[in-house]
């Protein structure tokens, strides 16, 4: 293993740790006096309202009065992240957006926090004037031009913060393992869900009826019936048969092939045994044909036919009536 592979790894782990067991957010916590974490806790709430209280303020009216609020906001998470690292601060209350960012700074040149970002920069320029009618001053569309690198520095400055108490970091642990696990199971069941069940050689191959009915709604290609769906109508519906003759739908495996079972799944939108009795036929060449059952009790798309073949090899299964067909799913499992 190379030493960048080597490095990843543990790194990953420990992302995977932090992301589902919250061990570092619960470090982070642990680490705090009581009085340390109030301030923390007692900043950010105070930032959070204000930001989301500015975020509706959207139009060029109501700009300015965005900004001061996204001013307040922002001085007062980077209060909550001075809180969170030096539990002596007792100046935190009469912080000013000036003053604050410079505080920040001399924090990432101290590498108590990550360097900062471009954007924050740019929302120094904007927001570190602590004059009232700053904003008043400058036209709303430059403000609105401007308000990502604010709205991208607030929530950089969320993620160098930790709000949260320890039961309430412990809850969210047990709610992210819940969901995981649940996840976990349902791909399991899915999985053995499509290993366990039969191969459908039906699946996408050809299909032709004997006439399409006019009204029909399903495919012009009378796909409807192997495309593996159980529609909430049909898959294919023919014209009711001419006298002396019958409908019929037929699946062209494309080559012989032995089957062991053949699954017939009726139409879903009533008129269930209106044209009863069907018949199951088995035929190698698609010209003479051989029934192997037929059908004259009802069933549906729910509970369909089915016709154990038991390992009978043939190359085109057709079904037909005497009346007309409406079906939603041919399947066949060799």
């Known amino acids: 293993m190379t030493d960048a592979a080597s490095s990843f790894e543990p790194n990953l782990q420990a992302r995977a740790r932090d992301l589902f067991l919250l061990e570092r957010a619960e470090r982070a916590v642990r680490a705090f006096t009581p009085e340390q974490h109030a301030a923390v806790r007692k900043h950010f709430d105070a930032a959070q309202r204000r930001a989301s209280v500015a975020d509706d303020l ?3 009216r109501n700009v300015a009065v965005a900004y001061v609020l996204y001013r307040e906001a922002v001085t007062l998470l980077i209060a909550a992240v001075l809180a969170s690292r030096d539990a002596s601060r007792t100046d935190l209350d009469d912080l000013r957006a000036s003053t604050a960012f410079d505080a920040l700074t001399e924090l990432a040149a101290a590498g108590r926090i990550p360097p900062l970002p471009e954007y924050v920069g740019q929302a120094r320029k904007l927001l570190s004037e602590d004059e009232p009618l700053a904003f008043d001053r400058r036209a709303p569309e430059d403000l609105l031009s401007r308000r990502k690198s604010v709205e991208f520095t607030l929530r950089w400055l969320q993620e160098l913060i930790e ?7 412990r809850a969210t642990r047990l709610v992210r393992l819940f969901i995981t696990a649940a996840l976990i199971a349902c791909m399991i069941g899915w999985i053995v869900v499509r290993v366990t069940r ?3 050689i039906a699946l996408n191959k050809p299909v032709t009826i004997s006439q399409r009915h006019p009204a029909s709604t399903a495919p012009a290609d009378n796909s409807g019936i192997v495309n593996g769906d ?16 019958f409908a ?14 053949v699954k017939v799944f009726n139409r879903a939108d009533g008129w269930f045994d209106e044209s009863l009795p069907w018949t199951i036929e088995f035929s190698d060449d698609g010209t003479t044909f051989n029934p192997v059952d037929t059908r ?36 066949i499992n060799p």
Do not use: C
């Open 58 to 60: 959207s139009d060029d």
């Open 248 to 261: 019929w739908v037929m699946v062209d495996l494309v080559q012989p092939t032995s089957i062991k079972k």
């Open 296 to 331: 004259t009790t009802g069933f549906t798309a729910r509970s369909p036919w089915i016709y154990e073949a038991k390992g009978v090899k043939t190359r085109f299964v057709r079904v037909r009536s005497n009346s007309y067909l409406a079906l939603t799913e041919i399947e």
């Open 198 to 200: 039969p191969v459908n």
């Open 163 to 169: 709000p949260r108490t320890l039961n309430e970091i």
């Open 230 to 245: 159980i529609e909430g109508s049909y898959g294919a519906h023919t014209a009711p048969a001419a006298a002396g003759s």
